[in-house]
T-cell receptor, first 112, second 115 residues
Framework: KNQVEQSPQSLIILEGKNCTLQ??????????LRWYKQDTGRGPVSLTI?????NTKSNGRYTATLDADTKQSSLHITASQLSDSASYIC???????????FGAGTRLFVKA | EPEVTQTPSHQVTQMGQEVILRCVPI?????FYWYRQILGQKVEFLVS????????KSEIFDDQFSVERPDGSNFTLKIRSTKLEDSAMYFC?????????????FGEGSRLTVL
């Protein structure tokens, strides 16, 4: 069964600190993996998209990694800001279709 | 910057009523999607639409739901005979391509409350 599991479920960090969020998936055949940021009550906003051949991709203070062999991805946030407080969602797509599998997200709280 | 727009932002309806949620995708995009997010739960795929027909749909997208592109700009989700469990945030998304290069752009969502 195609699944996307994220950890931790929630995380509290101090402003300025770094953090890493994890995503494990069983989606097959794999097409791409995306990380989204979702503020409460808002639509998800794309951070990164990675295909099978990509190991790492950065977008400002966000760096995503992908290990297609172990089916794991991580999102590293550097020098966190209060505005980083949001849910971070890992989304995996399979080839041959339009369906996307969403993880439950990691709820990040950045405190001053 | 181009964006996906959705209306209404919030709709309250009585159980059994029909609801139409509207979306204006980004103008040069060819692929359109509806997703649902029940409060506190993960986002769930409902349906994808390309070339004026449904490309794929999930188990959630039963006969109660339908989608339509009535003109060159709007993309609608109709929910017939709403149920309490249809209460959720509904997100429209669009993409220029699909597959490995198909970045999804989401609207801000339409919150549906069924009483």
């Amino acid at each position: 069964k195609n699944q996307v599991e994220q950890s931790p479920q929630s995380l509290i960090i101090l402003e300025g600190k770094n953090c890493t969020l994890q995503c494990n998936y069983t989606v097959s055949p794999f097409s791409n993996l995306r990380w989204y940021k979702q503020d409460t009550g808002r639509g998800p906003v794309s951070l990164t998209i990675m295909t099978f051949s990509e190991n790492t991709k950065s977008n400002g203070r966000y760096t995503a990694t992908l290990d297609a062999d172990t089916k794991q991805s991580s999102l590293h946030i550097t020098a966190s800001q209060l505005s980083d407080s949001a849910s971070y969602i890992c989304v995996v797509s399979a080839t041959g279709g339009f369906k996307t599998i969403f993880g439950a997200g990691t709820r990040l709280f950045v405190k001053a | 910057e181009p964006e996906v727009t959705q209306t209404p932002s919030h709709q309250v309806t009585q159980m059994g009523q029909e609801v139409i949620l509207r979306c204006v995708p980004i103008s040069n995009h060819l692929y359109f999607y509806w997703y649902r997010q029940i409060l506190g739960q993960k986002v769930e795929f409902l349906v994808s639409f390309y070339n004026n027909e449904i490309s794929e749909k999930s188990e959630i997208f039963d006969d109660q739901f339908s989608v339509e592109r009535p003109d060159g700009s709007n993309f609608t989700l109709k929910i017939r005979s709403t149920k309490l469990e249809d209460s959720a945030m509904y997100f429209c998304a669009s993409s220029e391509n699909w597959g490995d290069t198909g970045e999804l752009f989401f609207g801000e969502g339409s919150r549906l409350t069924v009483l």
